[in-house]
């Protein structure tokens, strides 16, 4: 009963993180509440293995944006075979993330898109920075990379973004 508690407490305590980190990613809500159970169904069957070597919020951080990750996979590879197709890209009226105002939502959507369209680690860079506000330490934990590996993933990201935008 005692590890029944200390799960639930922690899905209380991290619920919200791994849903707007999910959002981030995905932008869409639905999705992002999909993933956000899978991550928690995952972070209980692997609750028992975890073997301290990282903080528990790193360790959810990771599966988080596997997860996220792996679905963005699979969206790409239903979208090529055609089956995907509502989900194409992303509507501004229908985006909703918290803090959003209204008229920034298109500005928003432009900008997500070129997020979307970097290679993953730089995407996870990008979004564990700038929206997540980690260090690059933090960051490094997350992503199992040196700070100064980090800190050249986040610089070919920026020029990658710069690049977009010219």
Not at 35 to 44: I, P, S
Request: hydrophobic fraction near 40%; include cysteine.
């Amino acid at each position: 009963m005692q590890e029944v508690d200390a799960f639930k407490d922690f899905y209380q305590l991290y619920a919200e993180m791994v849903y707007n980190l999910c959002l981030n990613y995905l932008q869409h809500p639905e999705e992002a509440e999909e993933a956000t159970q899978d991550v928690f169904v995952k972070a209980h069957q692997k609750w028992d293995g975890f073997r301290e070597e990282a903080k528990r919020k790193t360790w959810l951080y990771r599966i988080t944006i596997n997860q996220c990750l792996d679905m963005l996979k699979a969206r790409r590879r239903q979208k090529r075979f055609g089956i995907h197709t509502e989900i194409v890209g992303i509507n501004a009226s229908e985006f909703r993330h918290p803090g959003i105002l209204l008229e920034d939502k298109e500005a928003l959507e432009t900008l997500f898109q070129q997020i979307n369209a970097l290679p993953p680690k730089q995407k996870t860079a990008i979004i564990l920075k700038y929206v997540e506000g980690m260090t690059l330490k933090e960051m490094g934990e997350i992503m199992k990379l040196s700070p100064k590996a980090v800190e050249s993933l986040l610089s070919r990201a920026k020029a990658g973004l710069k690049k977009k935008r010219s």
